[in-house]
Structure formats: C-alpha cells, structure tokens
C-alpha cells in the first residue's frame, strides 16, 4: 500500500501514515518544497484520505553548498513545503534538517481517520476502467531542460522538439509535479473508486503491477492509452531505451492518481476532474487509459497505445478541447 494503515485501540480509529523524500529535479527551491510537499501526500490521496492531521518536514542540505547559497535555498525550499501543506488543509509542525552531500527533501504525514475515510487498494473488479489524474512524461521533461546547455545531448533530440517546445514541457511538468492529487481523492469516494495508487519512481506500469498484485480478486490491468505531456513521447523515442516512457517505466515525480472505477462512473469522474481543475487554471484533467479484466494480478501495456498529446498549460494547444482523450469508456476498451 502507498501508506501503512494501523489499527488503534480508541474506537475503531485508525493511524494512517507515510514519508518520501528524494532529490531535487527543479532550479527553483520554492517550487521544489511544493513538489516534495504533494509528493509526500499523494499517498494519503491515493487511499481516498482527503485530509491530513499534521506534516514533517525532511530536509537534507549539501555541504558542498557555501552560507550564502545556503541561507538562501533553504527558507524557500521550507515555504514551499509548508505552502502546499496549507493548500492541501494541513501544517507543518516539525521535521529535522542535516548536512549531507547532497540536497534531499521530503516528509512525514500522518491523519487519524474512520475506516469510511480511507479506501483500501484491494476491490478492482472485472469490467472496471483504470483513470490517470496527471499526464506522463516529467522525467523526459526534466532532462529534457537540462540538456538544453548540454550540446551533446541537445543535438540527439533537436530534430523532433524546439528550445520553446522543452522550457514549456518543463514548465509543466514543474506544476503538475507540485499539484496536489486533492481533488481526485474527493472524487474517488463520489465516484465509488475501487482501487487506487500513486504513480511515481517504478512509472506507470511499475504502479499499475504493483497495484494489480495487491487485488482481493483474479484480475489484470491492460492498459490502452498513455497522456504524455506534448513532445515528451517523440524525445523517448529519439533516446532510444533511455527513458523507457512507452513502455510505461519512465519514472515519475509527484505523478496522477491511478483510479480503479466501475465502468458507469469513469467518464462522470474525468469530466469532473477537468471541470475543476479547469476553474484552477490548470488545462488538464484525467483520462482513460484501460481496463481491469480477469487475470493473473498483473498489469501490461499493449504492444501500439495510444499516445495522447497533453499541451502545457500556457501553449496554443492548451485551449483546445480534450474531450477525445475520455472517450466513452464503453467504446473501444474491450
């Protein structure tokens, strides 16, 4: 499970907690205390928990670092941190900071709840559909920024993305990393979601197996449709193997929500995702990528997906409509 669920001895209450930490993908600390902020709480999220009792803060500063940097970065790695904690209805109360040889930074959070609070990651059924809340691709977007002072490595993907192209990838994928899964965990309790996980470092497929192991029933995930943030997917394929984000192994920062839903419900659950994240400024929504059948308790990818083009927030694309990618979960998902 993405948290530890532990029974109390006061009146069928239960401790549900987690930590994550890891290393910094942004330049901007600000932003980098968000992302590892929603990072931290996309494990409550994944269980349906929407509110979080208390937050640590975990914060490891590079002794390569001078005191200038240093008395710089830090205040704004933490504010980060403590701004998205207050955006997701919760504080930070504490945490520890230590000098080590490189930058980390993470949490803990911890909510005490009511077992109807929380829906464990165990009910998909046959004939539900499988939902992602955030689009792939930010680890390609991430080097992808980096490569453009690295001539080397810029001249293996010049010829299918342009310079704008990458620093808009990037920028989305800097605020998709640093929103929070919220709005998709209220939704998966109106919704009657079934099953669910965060995806993150093992990717989508490392996820999906991972999600599809944990089932009470015989079932299997197949996976139909991957939505990659716009030309992420043409750069995977210019690098070869280096990323693997098709074949549904490129890690992930502060991913979607991986939602079981039963069949009826999928499209009502995309279309409201996009409803509000659209009233936040945010151009995407949720999609459609497979289904759960029968099976041995693992998930795949089909051997030709659909690759649907996510445009960052901000770009012409970006207005269009995106109904195409929730298509009607009856339709061509069997």
């Not at 990393?177 to 209220?186: D, G, K, P």
Request: aromatic content about 6%; charged content about 20%; overall charge neutral.
């Amino acid at each position: 499970m993405d948290s530890c669920v532990i029974p109390l001895r006061h009146g069928g209450l239960s401790l549900v907690q987690t930590t994550d930490f890891f290393y910094p993908l942004v330049e901007d600390p600000y932003m980098m205390g968000r992302i590892a902020c929603a990072n931290v709480l996309s494990d409550l999220y994944a269980m349906g928990i929407t509110e979080c009792d208390n937050m640590l803060m975990l914060l490891s500063l590079s002794q390569k670092m001078n005191d200038k940097d240093r008395e710089k970065v830090t205040p704004l790695m933490m504010k980060g941190f403590r701004d998205a904690a207050e955006e997701g209805g919760t504080s930070v109360t504490g945490g520890q900071t230590v000098i080590n040889p490189w930058i980390i930074v993470g949490g803990v959070a911890s909510v005490v709840c009511q077992p109807n609070e929380f829906i464990m990651p165990d009910g998909a059924v046959p004939g539900d559909v499988l939902v992602l809340t955030k689009p792939l691709g930010t680890r390609v977007a991430v080097n992808a920024h980096q490569w453009l002072d690295q001539p080397e490595k810029w001249n293996r993907i010049k010829l299918v993305v342009t310079k704008e192209e990458v620093k808009e990838a990037y920028y989305e994928a800097m605020f998709s990393m640093a929103t929070l899964n919220r709005t998709a965990a209220s939704l998966m309790h109106k919704y009657q979601a079934h099953a669910a996980t965060d995806v993150t470092g093992f990717g989508l497929l490392g996820h999906a197996n991972n999600l599809a192991a944990q089932q009470k029933n015989e079932v299997a995930f197949v996976i139909h449709n991957l939505p990659i943030i716009a030309k992420m997917s043409a750069i995977s394929k210019a690098c070869g193997n280096l990323f693997n984000l098709l074949q549904g192994r490129s890690a992930e920062t502060s991913g979607g929500l991986l939602v079981c839903l039963p069949r009826e419900q999928a499209a009502k659950f995309c279309s409201e995702m996009k409803s509000l994240n659209a009233a936040q400024g945010a151009s995407n929504g949720a999609w459609i990528i497979g289904i759960v059948e029968k099976g041995d308790r693992q998930a795949r990818i089909i051997d030709k997906p659909r690759i649907i083009e996510v445009p960052p927030r901000g770009s012409q694309g970006a207005n269009q409509d995106n109904s195409v990618a929730n298509p009607d979960p009856s339709s061509n998902l069997s």
